[in-house]
């Protein structure tokens, strides 16, 4: 669904990503986990189009969008939900969503979009018509969300989804992502809760400095001293076993 092959980035004259090999398959959950500084957004906006890629190439369903603008990599099925939400604040509830369904395939199936939208953020069709702005952190990430889903994505990225949240609001926030897949949407994950981020997870990549240090199964990352050390700051003796992930994770790896 997304490869990158030796992909490089630059702000300006200084690089932030190195030689970045990364794929993402059908119907899979990817997360990238790593320090703060690591270039985790810079990778999601990378491939979202959002900045340009001086080297390498990346792949959308086989497709090359390396050198695509935002709106035509958005053509080929990515959709993004970044950092921070983005929303537009003096605009209705409704008016948001229905801006993700700007492109001619997402405005022939913009009924059913809707729907399950609604389906998964019942609270959003309480709120249509109330400014975004006014929404609870919860509610708009929900919101955020529920847009990039109008667009009728086959891959999802997601940018820190959980930042800022309540705890209860950050478990609904999971769920969902799991039923999004379920539904059959790829989903490449930028999550600073490691532990929920490798529990919903069927793979991940360790990002540091600009550079994949690591990559495997999430159920390998759970217990590997490297991650721990690099992302929690834990010195390995002081090292300790994250939860084991979830029933789910499995049944995801074995499909």
Same mark, same amino acid.
């Given at each position: ?145 529920? !847009? *990039? +889903?109008?667009?009728?994505? $086959?891959?999802? %990225? /997601?940018? @820190?989804?959980?930042?800022?949240? &309540? ?28 532990? !929920? *981020? +490798?529990?919903?997870?069927? $793979?991940?990549? %360790? /990002?540091? @400095?600009?550079?994949?240090?690591? &990559? ?35 049944? $995801?790896?074995?499909?």
């Amino acid at each position: 669904m997304l490869e990158l092959h030796d992909v490089d980035v630059f702000y300006g004259d200084a690089q932030a990503l190195w030689d970045i090999d990364l794929q993402v398959g059908e119907r899979e959950i990817v997360c990238i986990v790593g320090p703060n500084g690591a270039g985790k957004s810079t990778l999601v906006q990378a491939v979202a189009g959002l900045l340009p890629v001086r080297g390498g190439r990346i792949l959308v369903g086989g497709t090359d969008v390396t050198r695509l603008t935002a709106h035509r990599v958005c053509e080929t099925g990515v959709a993004i939900v970044p950092e921070g939400r983005r929303i537009f604040p003096g605009m209705t509830v409704a008016d948001n969503l229905d801006l993700g369904a700007y492109r001619p395939d997402a405005r022939r199936q913009f009924a059913g979009s809707r729907r399950w939208v609604l389906e998964l953020f019942p609270i959003l069709g309480r709120r249509a018509g109330q400014m975004a702005g006014s929404l609870s952190g919860g509610e708009q990430q929900m919101l955020a969300i529920g !847009r *990039a +889903l109008m667009a009728c994505p $086959r891959i999802l %990225l /997601l940018d @820190e989804p959980s930042l800022g949240l &309540a705890p209860v609001v950050v478990d609904e926030v999971f769920d969902v992502i799991g039923e999004i897949n379920a539904k059959g949407v790829a989903v490449l994950l930028v999550e600073q809760n490691v532990q !929920r *981020a +490798l529990e919903i997870a069927t $793979r991940a990549y %360790l /990002l540091s @400095e600009g550079r994949v240090r690591m &990559a495997g199964a999430a159920d390998e990352f759970m217990h590997n001293a490297e991650l721990q050390r690099t992302v929690l700051g834990i010195a390995p003796e002081d090292a300790v076993v994250l939860h084991e992930p979830g029933p789910g994770a499995a049944e $995801r790896s074995a499909g």
